[in-house]
């Protein structure tokens, strides 16, 4: 059986509420529990500091300590010498490194996010960003940050031509809007995790694997602000063969990072 | 056992042209989940000629005609809420003790009126006489009027349910979107309030604050229209309870507030 590869996933407290979980030692159990082998990893506090890459140090260590933890460290391309979070990425051997644009008050189609597609192009660093993390209708009234539009994305993909893309989140009509808005040299450069993809009756995962292809999707959870179980579900449920649910759960991502 | 207590079904006079792939596509992920018995609604005839949430009586019976030609044609495993829209009492009453007649099981309140409004009085009554539960649409913490619906938070069910002590009212889908900690804090000491799992939503740490706020023996497992997060909330409790308080939720919660019978193997 292949290896089921977790590559969104978060360690560390939220700030709109109370989340259990969030440890190291409690997500590591978690991924006992639904059969993961490896998580990416995001330093979840850091996403809503000033300087948000202040977080990356205690993920390489924590990530030094749990090998089933792969760093995904935060780059901020406003801040002066951002460049080295991504030199320092490769040197980790990150996956990826991840901005989340509405998350730090950037543009998502601005100058800084574009010059920051170059910077991960040029070093082939994945780059991530998540449309959302919490539901829009349940939000805390404080968190105000916008989701991330689907133009933001083709127009990354647009801003170079060696930057991936792993965009996570994201629902059927935000993949459709991308993949069938880009060309198709453009949309085999973004992978898309299947948290946020409805199962059935709607058959929205049904529908993409077969539409846009299941070379573009990866396993991915959005613990533990998210039950890990759902992707697990979503899987269940379709009649899938063992080559397309590997490639999912694993290959896919070693594509990606490729 | 175990029984989706909010499922949906579409049928041919609705705007969407794929309601029997739909349909075909919860019987089969039912199949593979396990469940035994869906307990659905139609509201009216999905905005193809009223509001989705504010069905003209026409569309009201026929939704709910289209339901019972299901219910028929899958005595096995499904079962029905007749829904209602409460600002036409005499209508609402009539199809209530007509489709319970005829073998549906509970009553279905969209948001179509407030839930503490006196107009929900008369379902109230005829839901005691009838000894059969109530699910009502829920927006978790409704902090202004939403377009398109009447919605009503849990703060408001539990005005209604306060004034029916006899009667069983199921707060719909604490993950269908709002703020489920507000819900959860409303209900926990109102005991003829259930909370109904169903929603796409899948916080971490919503079920352990259902668990907080009533236990196990309040939860009733559902769907909605996301099958695979109703799923996965079963998986995970399967992790958190004891097998005895999983079955509560599964099931054997429904079979007691439900009428005697109205699952095959109760």
Redesign the interface.
Known sequence: MAPRVDVNAFLGAYPW?????TSPEALAKALD?VDIDTAWVTHLPGLFWRDPTEGNAWLYETAKKQRRFKPVPTVHPGMAQWEQVIADAANAGAPAVRCDPLYLGLDPTGGEMRVLAAACGAARMPLMLAVRL??G??RHPNDRAGDLPAAAVRALLRADGDVRLLVTHADRGFVEEVHFGSTPEEARRVWWDICWI??????HLATLLATVGVDRFVFGTG?????A??S???L??LELSSDARGAIEFKNAQELMA | MLVDTHAHFYHAKTPRADWHE??E??L??GK??GITTHVASILGSWGLTSPIYFPSPRDVTAGNDALLALQREHPDTIRGYVCVNPNYTAHARAEIVRCLDAGMIGIKLAASRRADDPLLDPIGVLARERRVPVLQHIW?HRRRDWPGQEASDAVELCALARRHPDVSFILAHIGG?????HSLHAVADVPNVYVDLSG??????M??ACLESVGAKRLLWGTD?????G???L??LE?LLTKEEVALVRWKNAAQIFPAGAFPSD
């Open positions: 509420r109370k989340v259990p979980g529990r919490e539901d209708r349940q409805w199962g059935p009756p709607e058959d613990q533990p602000l998210r039950l179980e759902t697990v579900a979503k269940d449920l | 739909r349909n596509s919860r089969r992920a593979r989940i978790q979107g709002g703020d489920w900690l796409s939503g899948v916080d971490g740490g079920l352990e229209l996301t099958m695979d997060t799923w996965a909330k998986r995970y992790a």
